[in-house]
């Protein structure tokens, strides 16, 4: 008696504000258990399509509403929802970030890598990095910062660097990676509201290539952990703590080198002490980061380059998206427990995903794609 099993794959198919699942026979899909966790993804229309970069979403939550941010082209585009509401119900508010208000010479040679909301001093800033300049703005959309790359003065030194790509921000620094390698580092003080940011010092060294990516802890924002990923692979972990007597009187930050994995890193996150790492090659590699900095886990998880991962508050679950199609949410592990299995999987069909984010303190998903203007958001169902 031979037996025959058949593994069907739900795949979400898209139609302008509509969505419904069919079975799709995806000979290498992973299978996603058999208890569904999250709800078929509901559709919110964006202003503009996202541009094919890494790790194109980043999401400010102010409850009720969340302000997602996505880079279209050569301009950011912030679309404010409230993820709360019946879809029936829900309105959605657009603004252009950066782009559109430059100056017309800018506007020409403007070309956008990367916009990510960050916290520093209890204010919630977008940073916005690209071909030869960093920029920082309120919620408002005024400028705070500004820094062009390659450029040298007086109260600024001159880089190497052609791009900015990778932001994090640690304790009271605002950290960016760029192209030569360095990593930007910026102090923020906040006072009656109101931002003030100074390029402060570069942190050379540690990386060869370009960096591409940032990320700091994110189950606990007083650590003083920061870890960068470039283009060659190299994975390192920094310790900020004593950044600021350094500023003044120079000298070397303790960091160390935890790997060097065999394509190029493309998105990161750190979560007490253990640090994930997606690289070109489709894997996710996970390090101890605060103890042994061996690596505890390697999936192969994706058939082509993930684009992004993103990590919940809780730190219990990892999703990750990818240009094959699929958005993969994993058990993210521990020292202790080494253990990452597939917990959910969806395939959004003909579609190569750039984005995913956690919004707020839930675990409900938002979802963006490359040339394609549409937000999915997967409803956790146990929230």
Known sequence: CTQIMIMVQFSVVINHSTCRLRPSRMADAAAAPQSAIYSVPESVVLAATPSALPNNLSE????????????????????????????????????????????????????????????VGGLDLLAVMGVGFVRVLDKKGKRVFSHELGRGSDAEPRTDAVHARGVCAVQEYLCFGVSSGAIL????????????????????????????????????????????????GRVVIWDMAGL??????????????????????????????VLAVASFNG?????????????????????????????????TMLASVAEDSKLMVWKFP??????????????????????????????????????????????????
């Open 185 to 232: 580092v910026c102090e923020c003080s906040v006072k009656s509201g109101k931002v003030r940011i100074v390029h402060k010092a570069d942190l050379h060294g540690a990386h060869d290539a370009a960096v591409t990516t940032l990320c700091k802890n994110v189950t606990d924002s007083r650590t003083s952990m920061m870890a960068s990923g470039d283009a060659a």
């Open 334 to 383: 521990t020292p202790t427990n080494r253990s990452s299995d597939l917990i959910f999987s969806a395939v959004v069909a003909d579609r190569m995903l750039h984005g995913v984010t956690f919004i707020g303190a839930s675990n409900t998903l938002a979802v963006t794609a490359y040339d394609f203007n549409e937000l999915l958001l997967f409803n956790y169902l146990a929230d």
């Open 283 to 315: 894997q996710l590699t996970f390090f101890d980061g605060g103890g042994s900095k061996e690596r505890l886990v390697e999936i192969a998880a994706h058939a082509r380059s993930p684009t992004a991962i993103a990590i919940n508050q809780a730190g």
């Open 60 to 119: 400010c939550s102010c409850d009720p509403k969340t302000v997602f941010a996505v880079a279209s082209m050569n301009a950011v585009v912030l679309a404010e929802v409230d993820t709360d509401a019946a879809p029936d119900a829900r309105e959605v508010t657009h603004k252009v970030a950066c782009g559109s208000a430059e100056k017309p010479h800018f506007l020409k040679c403007l070309s956008i890598l990367q916009a990510s909301w960050v916290r």
């Open 244 to 273: 600021g007597p350094l500023l003044s009187t120079g000298g070397d930050l303790p960091m160390y080198v935890v790997g060097t994995l065999e394509s190029p890193c493309m998105s990161m996150v750190l979560s007490a002490g």
